[in-house]
């Protein structure tokens, strides 16, 4: 069987792959398991590998995926925890409180919650905090919901270059890396893009305010005696639980601080500070067998879900990506075939190129598809050319996620427009732009400070 060959079967599992999750046939774990398992099935009767030579790349896979599962089980359990026990909701009302019937402070305010409320990562449980903390006083204040969901994705599109957050992860497995050894790169980016995020917030408050936003506003001059921030800082303070743990609050927040400080320090693999953090919290939050098993049935549903993706991503991982020697893997196979009709000028700005089209392919791939899929065969394309997979990473990672929240492929986008009340087309219209040329500057600055090559 030619390279070309099993260059052209590559991308007919990529193919499948994207088309089965694009019409959610099933879920990512599984159409990473079968298609990839079909392609060696046929590579294998092709005599290009073995069954055994298949045995070796499925576990050398597993290899690259087993640190980013137990990141993933341990943070989401952690901030699942905190959530729980009620961090966020104080830390939301005492925010709240500062803000009074501003309406550049509102749009300010609802940037600061989104990036406090996305640091677990998952768009739905931030949905969730800062849409229905928010919406009602946009409602009162006359201010459009768009306009809060529209801050809301830049901002959490910045903080989902954090190490366990899922785009990181994935293209930390892609890159056989530690999440933590790429967030470290992304750094400088991400500093800048919460800089760039607020900047957003204010310019959108500025707009509302210009179409008459606000208490006072020509909008909403019958609605001047109502101080609805306050009324919703209330509400938001008082929505304690069983679970709350209001006398805990300092020791979380320290204990917080501190994980992410030994996270930072990378002195562990990425995992390891969640693993602690979380044995710390639910026994300080929840002494007791029964209430701690309580508490981590209820987040193992978005844990399990995502490690048996994970799992599946290392079936794909070692038969399209991994290496036996001597014999080309398939995405060399791939990326020869591309780079044979590819124009030499366009490979060598490869980065800049496929940043500034990331924003308009996240309307039509979903994450795993983007990352599993694309990030491969873009890595092997850039090598023929010269270019490192880090500063390609770099650069879909970045875009990509400026644009996660606006993508219909993603289940969390769906959820935000459903809370706020914004059709998905109205949604996607309004935001696509800002986004889109956010994404842009945030590359420049990849490039400005070294990490993206020009």
């Not at 492929?409 to 769906?414: D, E, I, N, Q, S």
């Amino acid at each position: 069987m030619s390279e070309v060959v099993v260059g052209l079967l590559g991308f007919a599992c990529i193919v499948a792959i994207v088309v089965t999750l694009f019409k959610s046939k099933t879920l990512p774990s599984i159409a990473f398991i079968i298609f990839p398992m079909i392609l060696g099935a046929i590579l294998v009767f092709g005599g290009y590998y073995s069954w055994e030579n298949i045995g070796k790349l499925i576990k050398s896979g597993f290899s690259s995926t087993g640190p980013t599962a137990a990141l993933f089980v341990f943070s989401v359990l952690y901030f699942g925890i905190m959530t729980d026990a009620g961090m966020f909701d104080v830390i939301i009302g005492k925010l709240m409180l500062l803000v009074k019937d501003n309406v550049i402070g509102v749009c300010v305010m609802t940037c600061i919650i989104a990036l406090i409320g996305h640091l677990d990562g998952g768009g739905a449980s931030t949905f969730c905090i800062v849409v229905p903390a928010m919406l009602p006083v946009y409602k009162k204040m006359h201010m459009r919901p768009a306009t809060l969901l529209r801050i809301a994705v830049i901002s959490m599109g910045v903080l989902n270059l954090m190490p366990w957050a899922g785009p990181t992860m994935r293209a930390a497995t892609v890159l056989g890396i530690e999440a933590g050894s790429l967030w470290q790169t992304l750094l400088p980016i991400q500093a800048c893009g919460i800089v760039l995020a607020l900047v957003v917030a204010v310019l959108n408050g500025i707009i509302e305010q210009k179409r008459g936003a606000g208490l006072n506003g020509k909008l909403a001059q019958e609605a001047t005696h109502l101080n609805s921030v306050e009324e919703a800082a209330a509400e938001a303070a008082s929505a304690n639980n069983d679970l709350a743990r209001p006398k805990l609050f300092v020791f979380n927040i320290i204990l917080t601080i501190a994980v992410i400080a030994l996270l930072i320090k990378d002195i562990f693999p990425s995992y390891v500070p969640f693993m602690l953090g979380v044995a710390i919290a639910i026994l300080v939050n929840y002494p007791g067998a029964k209430m701690q098993k309580k508490i981590i049935n209820l987040h193992a549903g978005p844990a399990l879900m995502m490690c048996s993706t994970l799992m599946g991503a290392a079936v794909l991982m070692g038969i399209l990506v991994k290496d036996i020697e001597g014999v080309n893997s398939v995405i060399t196979c791939m990326s020869n075939l591309i780079s044979s009709i590819l124009p030499a000028a366009l490979g060598q700005h490869l980065p800049l190129v496929i940043g500034i089209l990331s924003v308009p392919l996240a309307l039509a791939f979903d994450t795993d598809s983007y990352f599993y899929g694309m990030l491969p065969v873009m890595i092997g394309i850039g090598e023929g050319f010269g270019v490192g997979a880090m500063p390609i990473a770099v650069a879909m990672v970045v875009c990509r996620n400026c644009a996660t929240f606006i993508s219909p492929m993603v289940p969390a986008t769906l959820l935000g427009v459903g809370l706020a009340d914004v059709d998905i087309k109205d949604h996607i219209k309004f935001s696509f732009l800002w986004v889109w040329g956010f994404s842009i500057i945030c590359m420049l600055i990849g490039a400005i400070v070294g990490i993206i090559p020009l």
